[in-house]
């Protein structure tokens, strides 16, 4: 078996492995295109439950909001007492907080993908998410790029952001 064949077998399998949709769909464009597939999807799967998810999993915050109007975004409490008091339920205030979460996480990876400051000239930096060779953080020269294009479709539940039967 040659080099390439061993990769795309190498590749299909983590895909499969870390459960990714079309395992073999996601090893072929890396093999082929040199696309950092393997890290987009890493840390594409990471969001969901760490930063979107996460506002439905536990709705305790719901209730460990402070009511004291000197913490950083103190208003956000009154604005959920208020919600509170018309009688919203917990869950629904966290399905709104789950889609802004989706939408803060889509807007910032557009922002990271789009790589300058339009606004401050020609003159100032631009930026780029880079492809690392695992734990020893050597880079690989590759760029991650377009990362909010498959957001959507990473959904872990396969519903895309949208609620199951249960509501």
């Not at 975004?73 to 979460?101: I, N």
């Amino acid at each position: 078996m040659d080099n390439h064949n061993e990769r795309l077998e190498t590749l299909t399998a983590a895909f499969a492995a870390l459960g990714a949709p079309d395992p073999a769909g996601w090893a072929r464009s890396e093999a082929h295109e040199d696309i950092p597939q393997l890290a987009r999807f890493c840390f594409l799967r990471s969001v969901w439950p760490k930063l979107i998810d996460t506002w439905t999993l536990d709705l305790g915050w719901v209730d460990r909001l402070s009511d004291s109007d000197t913490e950083p975004f103190a208003d956000a409490w009154v604005g959920l007492s208020r919600m509170r008091d018309a009688g919203v339920e917990p869950r629904d205030v966290g399905q709104v907080a789950r889609w802004v979460a989706y939408e803060t996480v889509f807007g910032l990876l557009y922002h990271l993908g789009y790589g300058i400051d339009d606004d401050a000239g020609g003159a100032s930096p631009g930026w780029q998410l880079m492809e690392t060779a695992g734990l020893d953080g050597a880079l690989t020269g590759r760029s991650i790029d377009g990362l909010y294009e498959d957001l959507l479709g990473l959904d872990p539940s396969g519903l895309e952001g949208r609620s199951g039967p249960s509501g």
